[in-house]
Each structure stands twice: as structure tokens, then as C-alpha cells.
């Protein structure tokens, strides 16, 4: 994940194939706010042009954040291109702060 509009938080975001039909996302991130939680999603497109919201997200507290999503690796790989994005804040949502493509 890179960082956007200057915020500093770089990081990953891997994602596990979990026992049955669920996908671990895990978020991390570097110089995130302390006591700020910073919404995600995973949505259709690419960092350049984010589509709608395929699944929402956990909120990173403290540059991290882990979610079971229910699709398999398979589904999201059909679903390509797809983006993770993780905003500022909630009350700073149009402001993105760290994207990553699929």
C-alpha cells in the first residue's frame, strides 16, 4: 500500500484464503494516528479511479486492521481490478490516505 496526499502511511495488505468460503484481510500500516480509527474497503478499479465498494472493511486502529471477508481467492480474482483504500478518518472520509491495487 502506498501512501496518498502526503499522509506518510505506507504499508501491505495480505491477503489468506481462510476454511471455508472466507478471505483474511490484513491491513498494516506505517505513521498511523494514535486513537484514530481510519475506515477501509476493498473496492472495484484500480488506485487511479476507485469504483463502488465491494466489501467493507474493519477500521485500522493503530495502523492495523484484520477482517474476514466472505468470498473466496478465487471470487476476488474473478472480481479483478480491485483496490484497497483506507481514509483518513471517519469524519475524513474523502481524504485517502494509503491505496493498494490487488
Not at 476454511?19 to 474497503?41: D, M, S, T, W
Not at 492495523?64 to 483518513?88: G, I, Q, R
Request: hydrophobic letters at 35%; proline letters at 4%.
Amino acid at each position: 500500500m502506498l501512501e496518498q496526499n502526503n499522509s506518510n502511511q505506507n504499508g501491505t495488505v495480505t491477503l489468506t484464503q481462510e476454511f471455508g468460503k472466507k478471505v483474511k484481510v490484513l491491513i498494516e500500516l506505517e505513521n498511523a494516528p494514535n486513537g484514530v480509527r481510519q475506515p477501509a474497503h476493498i473496492h472495484s478499479g484500480s488506485c487511479i479511479k476507485l469504483g463502488e465498494i465491494k466489501f467493507p472493511l474493519n477500521d485500522l486502529v493503530g495502523g492495523k486492521s484484520e477482517t474476514s471477508v466472505v468470498t473466496s481467492m478465487a471470487e476476488l480474482v474473478d472480481m479483478l481490478p480491485l483496490a484497497v483504500n483506507v481514509h483518513k478518518s471517519g469524519t475524513q472520509a474523502s481524504t485517502y490516505v494509503s491505496c493498494g491495487n490487488l
